[in-house]
């Protein structure tokens, strides 16, 4: 996305100085690749789901993946359908 401003800083003195951006971006939200309060990973959730061919559900409950903050639950939903395709 892409827009223009300007916007004026006014300094102790009274000078303003202009500031001209072409452009103002907001940081692209970056997806979680673990859990960071389980300390494991996607990657390894998604392995010990083939492994012991077991469900999400069950994983996340032996590691405790998902148990605390619940801020990677959505992320590691869309990790493991992605997986699946
Ligand atoms: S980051 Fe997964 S429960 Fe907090």
């Known amino acids: 996305m892409k ?3 300007s916007f004026s800083i006014m300094c102790g003195s009274m000078l303003t100085h202009s500031v001209e951006c072409e452009a103002y971006r907001s940081p692209a939200p970056r997806a979680m690749t673990r859990c960071e309060c389980a300390g494991v990973s996607f990657q390894e ?27 990677c639950l959505p992320d590691l939903a869309r990790f493991v359908a992605a997986r699946q395709k």
Do not use: K, P, W, Y
């Open 3 to 5: 827009s223009d401003f």
């Open 45 to 71: 959730i998604a392995a010990r789901m083939e492994a012991d061919r077991a469900s999400l559900d069950e994983v996340c409950r032996r590691t405790q993946c998902g148990n605390t903050c619940t801020a």
